[in-house]
């Protein structure tokens, strides 16, 4: 069953974006409340209350009790906006519900086990869809759903024709994949480096030196030639 959390809120008066900036400066988190055709309204909550609350839970299958003006709504949140470039929250969306009537929610899908495939051929699972949609009445929403992989070999895959969710209507196509395991990837070979080309050697040219050609200075001179005479200065006497 879905956890149930309690948060208080209040209304919000001023609207726009320097009331909402004034609000989180003041370390309170702007939001709406809506569902039911009743007219938007818009709240105020604790940041800190807030962040505790989410603590821990799964916020799209967790039901929120908002007191708010003495009275206490059954919520869900819809929506959670949180800064871009920090963890702050800065905007959330309430949608009520009424425990006669059934409601559309996502509830995340957890695998258990590790698939025969990754412990025995070192396969790789590999988890496709991490959410299902569901219909169902308040209190039937679900935790989560459980999907036991064990028995899972190479190429064996569960789809969401295999979950079985009580009480509650799977929205999401039968076919639809959830995990699979995969084979196990190929490990690359590395390129060889520049420096390990360096060490390859190139094959030494050898050949025979010709009859008509002479050696280079400081080689033997080629077989069947005398070396050459030493030049003399010249005005000079051999003595």
Do not use: C, W
């Amino acid at each position: 069953m879905a956890q149930t959390v309690s948060l208080a809120a209040r209304p919000r008066e001023q609207t726009g974006k320097g009331a909402a900036r004034q609000a989180r400066f003041a370390k309170q988190v702007p939001a709406v409340i809506y569902g039911h055709g009743r007219t938007t309204q818009s709240l105020m909550v604790d940041g800190l209350a807030l962040e505790k609350a989410l603590a821990g839970i799964e916020p799209e299958s967790t039901l929120f009790e908002l007191t708010l003006e003495g009275k206490t709504l059954r919520t869900l949140i819809r929506e959670i906006q949180r800064h871009p470039l920090r963890p702050d929250i800065i905007h959330v969306d309430f949608y009520e519900i009424r425990a006669h009537e059934k409601i559309t929610l996502e509830v995340p899908v957890h695998l258990a086990g590790t698939p025969d495939g990754v412990r025995n051929a070192g396969g790789v699972l590999d988890q496709v869809l991490r959410e299902v949609e569901i219909q169902v009445l308040p209190e039937h929403i679900p935790d989560r759903v459980e999907l036991d992989v064990t028995a899972l070999k190479i190429g064996d895959s569960l789809h969401v024709r295999d979950l079985t969710i009580p009480n509650a209507q799977i929205m999401n196509g039968a076919d639809l994949t959830i995990a699979t395991v995969v084979p196990p990837r190929a490990e690359e070979v590395a390129a060889p480096t520049a420096e390990a080309t360096a060490e390859i050697a190139e094959p030494e040219l050898i050949r025979k030196v010709r009859e008509d050609e002479e050696g280079e200075e400081g080689e033997a001179p080629a077989e069947g030639k005398a070396p050459k005479a030493e030049e003399k200065p010249k005005g000079k006497k051999e003595e």
